[in-house]
C-alpha cells in the first residue's frame, strides 16, 4: 500500500504498520526515541523508511515531534486524533512481536 505522506486524515495516516506501532507505542508509553521501536527484520532497511518516510509524515501533521539529533519521539499537537485511529485498525499478519 502506498501512503500520500503529506496526509492529513488520522485514519490513514496511521494505516501504515510502522506509522501504527509509532503512535501506538507513544499511546502506551513503550515508545520515547527512534530506538525503541525495536527494528527488527530488515533492520537498516526498516529503519531507513521510518527516518524517510514514516517519522518525517507523522511529524508533519503533528501527530509526533521527533528530534533527530538525539533521537526522540513525543506525542505532538495533533496526536489525539492519530492515536484515536490505532485501535480501529487490524493487524497486518506480518507485524513483529516484542520481545
Known amino acids: 500500500m502506498t501512503l500520500d505522506t503529506r496526509t492529513t486524515d488520522p485514519a490513514v495516516a496511521v494505516a501504515a504498520p510502522e506509522r501504527r506501532r509509532v503512535v501506538a507505542g507513544l499511546a502506551d508509553g513503550t515508545v520515547e526515541a527512534v530506538v525503541d521501536l525495536r527494528v527488527r527484520g530488515r533492520a537498516e532497511e526498516i529503519a531507513a523508511e521510518l527516518r524517510e518516510t514514516h517519522l518525517p509524515a507523522l511529524e508533519e501533521a503533528g501527530y509526533i515531534e521527533w528530534d533527530r539529533e538525539a533521537g526522540t519521539i ?26
Open 74 to 99: 513525543e506525542p505532538g499537537p495533533n496526536f489525539e486524533e492519530a492515536a484515536a485511529h490505532v485501535d480501529d485498525l487490524p493487524l497486518p499478519e506480518s507485524e513483529p512481536a516484542d520481545d
